[in-house]
């Protein structure tokens, strides 16, 4: 356990060095903000509210998906598609940890560097630019708190299925472009899921894209209400549970079917 | 004639390098092309709530994407230097084109042409087919020879902010991050302008003016007569934004000094 605690350690080091780029990913996401509040407060009108949410809970919901994004997003999808394809990934295998847990424990790193630098002061910013709604109940942050982790573990998953496709496609670039558009429209980060036609909604329900951005968002903003909380988490928890077997499965397979490429 | 024929010759050169790898180019263009309906996506899925935006209705902000999808995809295709910075300047290559024959701006561009990007205008024209079938709008002969004209307009206002934006790394070569950012402002220019503030209206006309790439042209063939004043000013917007950039970039060459050896 202690090597993968030493993982996090180093990789949250590792982006300190290089922070400054992430003043600018502040503004961006601001900028990002700002054309959607400005878009929804236009479709609100003079509306109260829609689907059980009010202007400014939408305007929190917003900020709040792209700030929480900063923390589950990672790229180890692509680390491991450029691992694989360069060969390394055979010196990584006979090292005495699992490749996947060593990915895993990075992506942390990376996600809580994020949380601390980006994310935290991002909110903070955006607070003083948009009317956001900040709930004063300390059981919706401790509700948020746990369900961003989940988003962390799904998205992680998600990702690390999409990385090991090259064991069996050899190219997954494009496949890892269009995986990043469909989450960013099916996790509810550009839209919240419950906008959608109750046919598209229907069929999210067997998807675990939701479960990213959607419900920890809808709990920050208090569009879920009591029981709604609780089994919005039990949800994320039950997916953050189901993705472990497809991995398995592609790990026991991929490492019977690698073929490695010089080195 | 000569810059044609290198045009050319690039084009042909790099066709057969892509067609090399055809299975990764159309996975590719599919995921492109899943990125644009994502955003075409978002419309409908709003306008489920709403009748109209700023008095604009479902269908004219479909055209309105429609439309910008032509521009962007000019632009994407040809003026691929967000990252000139560090292909050109910190590595040196500067160094390389300025020994060519040709203006050193033109040899970038014909360097990091994208052609794929060009497959963006068909998405475009199927979008604004569609809204403008559900809109009924009514084309005079002339219009094609417009909206050529507003295409070209709007591919230039795009062109002319990054070509400035990347000129700025003559004076200097910090890496900075302000191209993805200004990516991201360019999609405000592909919603009404008057649902943002005075402050930003004001800024997408005239400072980055991203306005005259998507909703601007768009009003004329929308019917709007009330915007056809700053319809009319696209290709005027487009000639002195990218006039303006030409001019930075040509100061910035002369004061290209090289970087390591």
Same mark, same amino acid.
């Given at each position: &356990? ?30 990002? !903000? ?15 509210? !829609?689907?059980? $949410?009010?202007?400014?809970? &939408? ?7 792209? &700030?929480?994004?900063?923390?589950? @997003? ?11 394809? *360069? ?30 630098? #980006?994310?935290?002061?991002? &909110?903070?910013?955006?607070? @003083? ?13 401790? #509700? ?5 982790? @989940? ?16 064991? #069996? ?5 494009? $496949? ?9 429209? @099916? ?7 419950? #906008? ?22 809808? !709990? ?10 609780? *089994? ?27 073929? !490695?490429?010089?080195? | 004639?000569?810059?044609? /024929? ?48 700023? %008095? ?66 068909? =998405?475009?024209? +199927?979008?604004? %087919? ?22 070209? %307009? ?21 890496? =900075? ?17 008057? +649902? ?6 004001? +800024?997408? =006309? ?38 303006? /950039? ?16």
């Amino acid at each position: &356990m202690g090597k993968y605690i030493e993982m996090i350690r180093i990789r949250f080091l590792m982006m300190l060095a290089y922070r400054t780029n992430y003043y600018t990913g502040i503004l961006i996401y601001s900028i990002n !903000i700002g054309a959607y509040y400005f878009l929804w407060s236009a479709i609100y009108g003079g509306k109260e509210n !829609i689907q059980g $949410l009010s202007i400014s809970q &939408m305007i929190t919901y917003v900020a709040v998906s792209w &700030m929480a994004r900063a923390f589950y @997003f990672n790229n180890i999808d692509r680390e491991i598609a450029m691992e694989i394809k *360069e060969g390394k990934v055979a010196v990584e295998l006979i090292r005495p940890y699992h490749y996947l847990g060593m990915k895993t424990m990075q992506a942390l790193g990376e996600g809580i560097f994020r949380l601390v630098f #980006f994310s935290l002061p991002g &909110m903070v910013i955006v607070s @003083f630019i948009f009317p956001l709604q900040f709930s004063t109940d300390v059981s919706t942050w401790g #509700f948020f708190a746990l369900s961003i982790l @989940f988003s962390f573990i799904i998205n992680t998953q998600i990702n690390l299925m999409t990385g090991m496709l090259t064991f #069996f496609l050899f190219n997954v670039d494009g $496949l890892m472009r269009s995986k990043r558009v469909l989450i960013d429209l @099916f996790s509810g980060l550009l839209l919240p899921i419950s #906008f959608y036609p109750l046919w598209a909604q229907e069929l999210m329900k067997w998807f675990p894209f939701q479960a990213i951005s959607y419900l920890p968002s809808m !709990i920050f903003t208090e569009g879920f209400k009591g029981q709604e909380v609780v *089994e919005a988490i039990l949800l994320q928890a039950l997916w953050a549970v189901i993705l472990i077997i497809p991995i398995q499965i592609m790990w026991s397979l991929a490492k019977k079917k690698m073929v !490695i490429q010089g080195g | 004639m000569y810059y044609a /024929s290198m045009l050319f010759q690039y084009m042909g050169q790099y066709l057969k390098t892509r067609m090399q790898y055809r299975a990764d180019m159309v996975v590719e263009l599919l995921s492109d092309f899943m990125f644009q309906a994502a955003n075409l996506v978002f419309i409908l899925v709003v306008f489920g709530h709403t009748q109209v935006l700023s %008095g604009w209705t479902r269908d004219e902000i479909i055209f309105i994407y429609g439309f910008f999808l032509v521009p962007f995809a000019i632009f994407a295709s040809f003026f691929n230097i967000w990252d000139f910075n560090e292909r050109y300047i910190v590595k040196g290559e500067m160094d390389r084109i300025l020994t060519r024959p040709i203006h050193s701006l033109f040899q970038v561009i014909l360097e990091r042409m994208e052609l794929e990007s060009l497959f963006g205008a068909i =998405t475009g024209f +199927i979008v604004m %087919g569609y809204a403008a079938f559900r809109l009924d709008l009514s084309f005079q002969w002339y219009d094609l020879f417009i909206f050529v004209l507003f295409v070209l %307009g709007g591919a230039l206002v795009y062109a002319g902010i990054f070509v400035s934006l990347a000129s700025i790394s003559f004076w200097s070569d910090a890496k =900075t991050s302000i191209m993805p950012m200004m990516y991201n402002i360019g999609n405000y220019g592909r919603y009404p302008v008057n +649902i943002y503030n005075k402050i930003i209206r004001y +800024i997408l =006309t005239w400072i980055l003016p991203f306005a005259f790439v998507g909703v601007y042209p768009s009003a004329y063939f929308l019917k709007k007569s009330e915007w056809y004043g700053y319809a009319f000013l696209t290709p005027v917007m487009g000639i002195v934004f990218f006039s303006l /950039s030409i001019f930075i970039w040509n100061a910035g060459v002369k004061r290209y000094r090289g970087a390591g050896n």
